[in-house]
């Protein structure tokens, strides 16, 4: 249940990041929620659900954002095992550093793509500008507050209403003293 839940809320937020909060393709304010989705994926999701979640919506900001085949895919994935190596052997608290792994993450994973692309398209890109990426940085990391949150309220809900769902149906432990 929580799967289908964020790969529709993953859809949501990319007609939301694509269509409203990108009025202008050359507007340097507009967020990346998906990758704000993918930080959460890496924090809490296994390996197969977040990978199963994250292929076709990279897919679909592909298509939707015209770049070169599979840079979306190859920058959601990276980052996706980033935040997942990185949380399971960090020795602190999760709290502690998430938002700060956000923006570090999405700087490293973005200056490599740009690096990347930068050798295989054949027209040279616009320069690296350390104040935009540095704006967006910023923005991603003030979404990420309330996104987390309602990813975790979305997760919170799911396996309520699942372990409801089973209470409902009278379905009995495998203890018979129960």
Same mark, same amino acid.
């Given at each position: ?65 015209? =770049? $070169? ?5 190859? %920058?959601? *994935?990276?980052? #996706? /095992? ?54 967006? =940085? $910023? ?5 990420? %507050?309330? *996104?987390?949150? #309602? /990813? ?27």
């Amino acid at each position: 249940m929580t799967f289908i839940a964020l790969t529709i809320t993953g859809l949501l937020l990319l007609i939301l990041q694509t269509t409203i909060l990108t009025p202008n393709p050359l507007w340097y304010g507009s967020p990346d929620l998906l990758f704000i989705l993918t930080a959460y994926l890496g924090y809490r999701a296994n390996s197969l659900h977040g990978i199963l979640i994250l292929i076709p919506l990279s897919w679909f900001n592909d298509v939707f954002s015209g =770049t $070169v085949l599979g840079t979306y895919p190859l %920058i959601y *994935l990276s980052s #996706f /095992f980033l935040f997942k190596y990185v949380s399971e052997h960090m020795p602190v608290r999760k709290s502690l550093y998430q938002l700060p792994l956000i923006g570090a993450i999405y700087l490293i994973v973005y200056r490599l793509a740009h690096f990347w692309l930068g050798i295989i398209l054949p027209n040279p890109l616009p320069p690296w500008s350390w104040p935009i990426i540095l704006l967006k =940085t $910023v923005i991603m990391v003030i979404l990420a %507050i309330p *996104l987390l949150r #309602f /990813f975790e309220t979305i997760a919170r809900r799911c396996e309520k209403l699942t372990n409801h769902s089973g209470n409902m149906l009278h379905i009995r432990s495998g203890n018979r003293f129960h």
